[in-house]
């Protein structure tokens, strides 16, 4: 079985406990679920979940208090990617394929089902709080969550991406929208897997700088496959971002450099990660994977 | 001193705490807090944190534990009319006389802004999980938080709301619609103040239900108004349901039977919260006057 397979794999096992976690509305209100489930099922490898689950197990988690957190990183992650195809930001008819919610069910149906699905990732996130044994660490876990999704996290990022959107970026500002929108909920994901299962503060931490740099590498290796990708593989027209005319760390840094960061960044992680990897290494093949992907 | 000019006072010391909880944003991101800071500022009662910290004090709460959770129901509520005026939802260029978000900041800004204080007002309320003897109910408090604002609660009824537009009522879609769009947002501020004051389950429960009475009678009075107020009064033309062919309560049902109905809900839930009223009369006559306005 190849790493993609299994990845494949993986990611459908998740969808089950995700989708299980969807409320379930048969009220006058019902429209808005066929919305959130539509955007939910729209694909996707189910990355942070499965890093969050992953990096769990590695702490020696047990419990299916992970389990709403898995749904609620997802959820956020996807109303971030419902706003952002709106008309009055990237305006995007298409994601992987699929037209986008808008285009579907018409904008205002998409601005609350991105509202719904933000408000019910907190939901759901907060019936982990059921499970009283993990209450303190539930409880740190939801914080974690909010902050790194928040103006101080994925959103912070996201402000700056749109108002400095047509104008040149400078080599911080890429820097911070890379550490904001991407890696934020990739940290939160790796965080909070931690956390729950009892890991220390220091090791906490770790975790912390692990997932920043993974985020961080991940995001420039999209950026090189916009460049060098094909459009089949990737599902959008290669150099897009070149189209929009859009600084990226590639356009500023040229491809070489950003390899290297790329592959700088991947070691350090995976030196870090090394040490708490015990004899199941899929986390650190999924990390690499990640990192090193061609499409 | 009338109780408009009390509720004033009060609105002011209320905005003390509120707007100490909001973030301290300087890095790169910070225009996103302008956006915030414009709408929580522009103006409103605070009913909605004033009718929380009253309850609490009802209950014999004393902790600042309240604090975070005033503020969040506070920044949940402005988000929500942050997205409901945009262009895509109602439209609107002006709410209380000052132009609204997107007016001021853009589209893509007042989107976010919705979206970041949505997600804001999750991280606040989680910080009172830092008060250790309160973490159970701030738990509980989260949740209920959570499920007023969400798919099941004030969100439901947006949906309805937009999915209706242009098309008649019926009078279980318009109750439907008050239950939630309006209610549930002071249910979840009565509920939260008793359970963080440690009122009961049964309590709770009574509180819940004087609160939805409360909420309900509050939107049908607001409908009264629309077609009875005068234009200087209520900052918007009267008549604007009727122009913009709304069904309301009162178009439905006349007004005689409105304002039958609000008597009704009034001294239902005056009589049940005289139960738990002690010497400090003000929650009572807070709910009266919410209720009896005229403007």
Redesign the interface.
């Known amino acids: 079985m190849t790493m993609k397979e299994d990845i494949a794999i993986r990611a459908r096992q998740i969808d089950e406990i995700i989708m299980r976690m969807m ?1 379930d ?1 048969t ?3 019902k ?3 066929e919305v ?1 489930e539509y955007t939910m099922r729209a694909g996707g490898k189910r990355l942070r979940p499965m890093l969050m689950l992953e990096t769990y197990k590695m702490f020696g988690g047990t419990s299916k208090v992970i389990e709403p957190f898995m749904a609620a990183i997802e959820m956020i992650h996807t ?1 971030s990617l419902i ?1 952002d195809d ?4 990237d305006d995007d008819d298409y994601r992987r394929g699929k037209k986008t919610a808008h285009v579907v069910y ?4 998409a ?2 089902a ?3 699905l ?3 990732a ?2 759901t996130a ?2 982990a ?1 059921t499970y009283e044994e993990h ?2 660490d ?3 876990a ?2 974690i969550l ?2 790194k ?4 996290g994925m ?6 991406d ?2 400095m959107e047509g104008q040149p970026l400078s080599l911080d ?1 890429i820097e ?1 929208i890379h550490k ?1 929108k991407t890696a934020a909920l990739i940290e939160a994901s790796m965080m909070i897997g931690a956390i729950l299962a009892g890991a220390s503060e220091e090791q906490v931490q770790t975790i912390k700088e692990i997932s920043r740099k993974v985020g961080v590498a991940f995001q420039i290796q999209d950026d090189i496959l916009d460049v060098i990708g094909s459009e089949e593989e990737l599902g959008k027209p290669i150099g897009s971002d070149e189209k929009n005319q859009k600084t990226t760390y590639v356009s500023l840094m040229g491809i070489d450099q950003a390899k290297a960061e790329v592959e700088e960044l991947s070691e350090e992680a995976k030196s870090q990660l090394s040490l708490f990897i015990g004899e199941d290494k899929f986390l650190m093949d999924l990390i690499t994977y990640l990192i090193d992907r061609d499409n």
């Open positions: 409320p509305i009220g006058p209100q429209t808005i679920y959130m109303y706003h709106l008309p009055c930001m018409g904008e205002a149906m601005l609350l991105g509202d719904a933000l408000n019910y907190f939901e907060s019936n709080f209450l303190k539930a409880a740190k939801l914080k909010a902050k999704a928040g103006v101080f959103l912070g990022g996201q402000v700056v749109v108002e500002e911070f904001k």
